[in-house]
């Protein structure tokens, strides 16, 4: 298996290191082999080149068969620069058209939802991650002065949104819960009366065809409630790329925060290059310090040899981690884990 790496800013080589540590460990269990190349794409890389991604790496980094990212954002860096111009850029590039984030509150984990546990928040989000408002459509009229406009524009494509609606009834069919097969849209189709028609007529089309899924619709704004209230009664989630975003950070704190949660940008196509990360940022004030949480960097790596191929070791990494958040850490909160990210990272491994 050929991993490119990108450790990224601030936090990020922390949380990779530790990733990288684990993918050691459970290749050496597993038996399998793996090459990686590191790449320093991030905030000091774009400050001191002045271009944030060389010529010819989004085809370097297609060549892999995954990437693995740490985290981008620098302090130094305007916002939207690095976003845009790395993260946003090979999402697009690569064409990852699904954004697979899994919301669930590992053993031990603290959550803010009183007399929630485990058993009530495991639910998957699956985010369009091509489309939408993240196009980039849009610009300025008159600007600076008083009389200004600036418009955005949301796209929605029925290529975009039925291949993401699709395989989200795919992936409900896989996971197969116990309690039911449940796919809920969520969306605004009361108010945005042309995008959100054709997500939900082609949702109603293709639920035709996966006849064991209950294909349920929630409106966004009711999604947020029933998140913090019934968490327990979501399965899977098909939404469109910003709402996605939204309700996914919404989902992060309910699963402990951003120290636990992970994602990953999958191009499920034949020979595409999916992209796994930690949902969390690069947090320049823990940098350096080892009290950074490394359990999401981990959960991605699991994410990322789950989806590559490695089913097995995926989801040994997945069952160590839950080991290690069970019955070792005292909080998912940096600097107060009760371990160093290092020792976080070790006690994984002796998990596994
Ligand atoms: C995320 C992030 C990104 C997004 C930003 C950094 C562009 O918030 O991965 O959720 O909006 O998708
Ligand atoms: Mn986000």
Redesign the pocket.
């Known amino acids: 298996m050929k991993i490119a790496v990108i450790p990224g800013d601030g936090t990020g080589p922390e949380v990779t290191d530790e990733a990288l540590k684990v993918l050691a460990a459970v290749a050496r269990k597993q038996g399998f082999e793996y090459q990686l190349t590191p790449y320093e794409f991030g905030g000091e890389y774009y400050l001191r080149c002045g271009e944030i991604l060389p010529e010819g790496a989004v085809e370097e980094l297609r060549e892999h068969d995954a990437i693995y990212l740490g985290a981008v954002g620098h302090p130094d860096v305007a916002p939207g620069i690095l976003?845009k111009g790395l993260?946003?850029h090979l999402r697009f590039q690569l064409d990852q058209y699904i954004n697979l984030r899994p919301v669930e509150l590992y053993p031990g984990v603290e959550t803010p939802l009183a007399g929630k546990g485990p058993d009530d928040i495991n639910f998957v989000v699956v985010r369009e991650n091509t489309e939408d408002l993240?196009c980039g459509i849009g610009g300025f009229l008159k600007k600076g002065t008083a009389d200004e406009v600036a418009t955005q524009s949301a796209v929605y494509t029925r290529k975009g949104c039925e291949r993401c609606i699709r395989w989200a009834f795919e992936y409900t069919q896989r996971r197969n819960n116990p309690s039911g097969k449940r796919l809920t849209l969520v969306a605004k189709t009361n108010v945005l009366t042309f995008g959100h028609d054709l997500w939900d007529r082609t949702f109603r089309e293709v639920a035709r065809e996966y006849p064991d899924v209950e294909a349920d619709y929630n409106h966004v704004d009711a999604c947020c409630m029933w998140m913090i209230k019934n968490p327990e009664y979501y399965d899977v989630i098909v939404t469109t790329n910003m709402f996605g975003?939204i309700i996914?950070?919404l989902g992060a704190m309910l699963q402990g925060g951003m120290g636990v949660a992970a994602?990953g940008n999958i191009n499920p196509d034949e020979g595409g290059t999916s992209m796994f990360e930690p949902?969390g940022g690069s947090a320049p004030k823990y940098t350096g310090q080892n009290v950074i949480n490394p359990i999401a960097a981990i959960a991605a790596m699991g994410m990322l040899l789950e989806h590559s191929g490695q089913q097995d070791a995926g989801q040994q990494v997945i069952e160590a981690v839950k080991q290690v958040t069970g019955t070792r850490m005292e909080s998912q909160a940096a600097g107060r884990m009760g371990h160093s990210t290092t020792e976080v990272g070790d006690l994984v491994c002796e998990a596994l």
């Open positions: 976003e993260l946003l993240y975003d996914t950070d994602g949902m």
